[in-house]
Structures are given as C-alpha cells and as structure tokens.
C-alpha cells in the first residue's frame, strides 16, 4: 500500500464555494500529480510537479490550481466550484532520479476524492 | 482520440475461471506498458511494466504480454477470486518527452461472481 493520502474522500459543495483538495505523500518522493476521472473513462493529467516550486499544467485544462510549497504536499484548490467540475481526483507521486529515464518510473496513487458540486 | 484502447469494456466471469484483458495502442515512440488494477473508490495500484524488450512479466496470478510490433498487450488472470473484481486500466507511456507522458486507457471493468 502506498504512503500517499488525500482528503476529503468525498465532498458535496454548492456552486461557486472555493475548495482545497489535500494531497500529501510520506514516501519523499519529487514528482506529483493530480488526475481528473470521470466514471468508465481514462485519468487526464490536470497538473504536475518536479519538485518544490515547480507546478505545470498538463494535458486535459483545467480551471484549478496547485501549489508545491513543500515536497510531501501538493493541494489543488478550485476558487469557484461549478457543476461542471463534478468528477474524481486523484493524486500520485513518483520518484524523480536524475540518472534514470523519467518514462521508468511507477507512480503511486492515493484513494481520490469524490467531488460533487450541486 | 484515445491512443490506448481497452477491450472487452466490461467482463463478468464466475470464481476460478480464467480471463484474459486486452489492451491496444498507438503510442509512439513506445516506452513501456503498466496495468493497473483500480477497486471502487480507490487509487490505481501497479501490477506490472514491461518495456520494449519484455513479453512477458508475471505477478503472481497475473500475468501480462506484450507485443510490440503489433501494439497489443494482455493481461491473463487465473484462477480468479471475488478480490479481483476491479477495473483493470492500461497505461502506455512515450519516451519522447522528459516527463514521460502516460497515455490511459478507460479500463475493463471486471466482476467476479461467487
């Protein structure tokens, strides 16, 4: 089991409230990750990071944004929940090492939140 | 358009049986190939890899195949149990990017009944 947890695990929000969903790792590892799941879909990458300070978007825009202030926690805030972004998040981390090559690595995932926005 | 396809999307088999997953891609240039198995409300958590060079990789009941020239990877469970009720999702990576994009499939969701 790996040492990666998020809170909430569910969160049922009106719309236009601004949440903070936590991510927070034990295992030191550099490289985070949130994940955007809808049901009988494929995860789409919403935003990464290196390491600390280092925050990029990825491939599936996303109106949330991240913070990596220290290596264990990376949190995704939405400033104004919409219906719209009802879905699943899920958080991972790797291990980011220099002299590997960075497609090798296994990326941990933490048991998601359930977000539903009325 | 999704660059790794899962099939069947859904599978329901009875406890002991066997089954067999399969996943094709369009990946390119190939790096290597995870499934994941992901229970409901949970985290994917790794089963197995496999890069350009492997064929094949077992974790204990599970064992996955690869085949790189035709872009098509399985995953044989045997003997099952109620415990392997899970979505099983392919995970196809690129080297042609530092990060090392990972590419999804949308999973097989499969049942096992007693």
């Known amino acids: 089991e790996a040492d990666i947890y998020q809170t909430p695990r569910y969160l049922v929000i009106g719309t236009g409230k601004k949440i903070t969903l936590e991510c927070s790792q034990t295992?030191?590892?550099?490289?985070m990750y949130w994940y955007q799941q809808d049901p009988g879909m494929e995860l789409h990458l919403i935003h990464y990071?290196?390491?600390?300070?280092?925050?990029e978007k990825g491939d599936l825009s996303s109106e949330s944004t991240v913070s990596r202030i220290r290596t264990e926690h990376f949190p995704l805030t939405l400033e104004s929940a919409r219906p719209s972004h009802t879905s699943q998040y899920l958080c991972?981390?790797?291990?980011?090492?220099?002299?590997?090559?960075?497609?090798?690595?296994?990326?941990?995932f933490g048991p998601g939140t359930r977000l539903t926005v009325l | 358009k999704n660059q790794v396809e899962q099939s069947p999307q859904s599978l329901i088999i009875l406890e002991g049986k066997n089954c067999t997953l399969q996943?094709?891609?369009?990946?390119?240039?190939?790096?290597?190939l995870r499934w994941y198995k992901q229970d409901t409300g949970r985290g994917p958590v790794s089963l197995t890899i496999?890069?350009?060079?492997?064929n094949t990789k077992s974790n204990g009941r599970y064992t996955a195949t690869l085949d790189a020239d035709t872009k098509q990877s399985s995953l044989h469970i045997t003997a099952s149990q109620l415990s392997d009720s899970a979505s099983y999702i392919c995970?196809?990576?690129?080297?042609?990017?530092?990060?090392?994009?990972?590419?999804f499939g949308r999973g097989t969701q499969l049942t096992v009944w007693p």
């Open positions: 991972a981390s790797s291990e980011y090492a220099q002299d590997l090559p960075a497609s090798t690595d296994t990326q941990y």
């Open positions: 295992m030191g590892h550099d490289k």
């Open positions: 990071s290196y390491g600390v300070n280092s925050t």
């Open positions: 996943c094709n891609y369009t990946v390119s240039p190939f790096s290597n």
């Open positions: 496999m890069t350009f060079s492997e």
């Open positions: 995970v196809v990576t690129d080297r042609g990017s530092t990060l090392g994009r990972l590419y």
